[in-house]
């Protein structure tokens, strides 16, 4: 997963909320986030919302899935995983 995708679940996360693009902009520095959210989208990790929750500036609006919830908290918090010849070597 790209560190776009990965800043964008984030921000979305921590919202916990329907977000427009500006918002998104602002938290991510990401100019134009519309084309990481709709591979977001593609993938199921975020999903657009209805036309009577639009922005005032009329963009549209955005909210992470449980699964991208779930994405985002197992990596996140899975275990950094180091081959033993890695370390053997090191402290050889």
């Keep these: 997963m790209e560190r776009k995708m990965i800043k ?3 921000v979305l996360n921590r919202a916990a909320c329907c977000c427009p693009l500006g918002y998104i902009t602002l ?3 990401i100019l134009n986030p519309l084309t990481t959210l709709e591979d977001l989208e593609e993938l199921g990790y975020v999903h657009r919302t209805e036309n009577e ?3 005032p500036s009329y963009h549209p609006m955005f909210k992470i899935t449980h ?3 779930q994405v985002l908290y197992k990596r996140v918090f899975e275990p950094v ?3 033993f ?5 090191k402290y050889a």
């Design 8 to 10: 964008v679940l984030n």
């Design 27 to 29: 938290h991510t520095n």
């Design 53 to 55: 929750n639009q922005s």
């Design 67 to 69: 699964k991208g919830q």
């Design 81 to 83: 995983e180091i081959p």
């Design 85 to 89: 010849r890695v370390v053997a070597e």
